[in-house]
């Protein structure tokens, strides 16, 4: 029985993870902060474990002691007011994650990392090429930046190490709380754009992120390997909201408000969330990676080398996510 480490198990990914990699028969250890809200993936986890990241020295004494075969490392900061924390999380963390992992006496088969498709950036809307592992860092973000650091980091000081790193486009599913304001919104009969251009988007269910995941643990690689992940579809930036209206056979009003207004109210927000401790809902850089032209991302190395195959298509998978929030009340 294999036996794994995962970061992250309580929050949205986490928590499908578990649930499935479960199903496989494993043991699973689940790194939570004594914060963290655990009673859905309880019956999943085998043992919780709270590690100080911080620690390379504790982290590596409770890998050489758990002797797990893998560790999935899927925790992330994503909203931060500050780069530099946003830095010393999702860099720092991740290093000393892996320098632990590949100490002597500790006998790792795979470290799997999820980044983000968001560490590359969009394209062009015009580009003949969709997003591959080989395209240049452009990220938009503070996240993205923090992520394509991180990635330079592993390039840097783990090139030779059983990494396998992920970087899903945007993932959908039940349980998922920040599209889901997109479908609340919906549901109360409007249907906004910033602008009106014409964008290539591309989704991920969480069910098939997950199995990506696992194929990248138990998949025999190479030593240090990059993989986009989407369902390898592109779709429109009504896409959503048409499957929405489909399902629940619902209108709402759709407007398209000018850019120029938009991003007035972005800069306004930045400037009265100066001083807060949180970040508000929409600001300049995340303005510019809601209106990007394209996101369409090219999944054909996962599927040559992992064996990759999208169960989900963006209408079957939303489907189910928006049925899911109608039976838990969220709708």
């Not at 486009?169 to 919906?186: C, H, M, N, Q, S």
Request: hydrophobic share 40%; glycine share 6%; net charge positive.
């Amino acid at each position: 029985m294999a036996k794994v480490f995962i970061t992250g198990a309580s929050g949205f990914v986490g928590s499908h993870l578990v649930e499935d990699v479960k199903k496989l028969g494993w043991e699973i250890h689940a790194a939570v902060r004594q914060s963290s809200k655990t009673e859905e993936i309880r019956e999943f986890v085998d043992k919780f474990v709270y590690p100080d990241f911080g620690n390379v020295q504790e982290l590596s004494a409770l890998f050489q002691q758990e002797r797990y075969d893998y560790i999935i490392h899927a925790a992330a900061l994503t909203k931060s007011k500050s780069e530099a924390e946003m830095l010393r999380i999702n860099v720092g963390m991740t290093q000393n994650l892996m320098q632990a992992a590949f100490e002597e006496g500790v006998h790792l088969k795979r470290f799997v990392y999820v980044s983000s498709l968001a560490a590359i950036g969009p394209v062009a809307y015009d580009s003949d090429k969709s997003i591959s592992e080989d395209t240049a860092y452009r990220p938009l973000t503070v996240y993205g930046r923090s992520k394509k650091t991180s990635e330079e980091n592993i390039k840097k000081r783990f090139s030779d190490k059983p990494i396998s790193v992920f970087r899903p486009t945007a993932v959908y599913g039940p349980r998922e709380k920040d599209l889901f304001i997109l479908f609340d919104t919906l549901n109360k009969g409007l249907d906004p754009y910033i602008g009106s251009n014409p964008q290539k988007l591309s989704f991920i269910y969480v069910k098939d992120l997950v199995n990506a995941l696992i194929l990248g643990c138990t998949v025999e690689q190479n030593q240090l390997e990059f993989y986009n992940i989407s369902d390898g579809n592109v779709y429109s930036k009504y896409a959503m909201a048409d499957i929405f209206r489909a399902t629940f056979k619902k209108k709402a009003l759709r407007l398209h408000i000018p850019f120029r207004i938009v991003s007035y109210v972005a800069r306004i927000s930045q400037l009265l969330y100066k001083n807060s401790s949180k970040a508000p809902v929409i600001y300049p850089e995340r303005l510019g990676e809601l209106t990007a032209e394209n996101w369409s991302c090219d999944i054909s190395k996962a599927k040559t080398k992992l064996g990759f195959v999208p169960q989900y298509n963006l209408e079957k998978g939303l489907t189910t996510t928006l049925l899911w929030y109608k039976d838990n009340k969220w709708l």
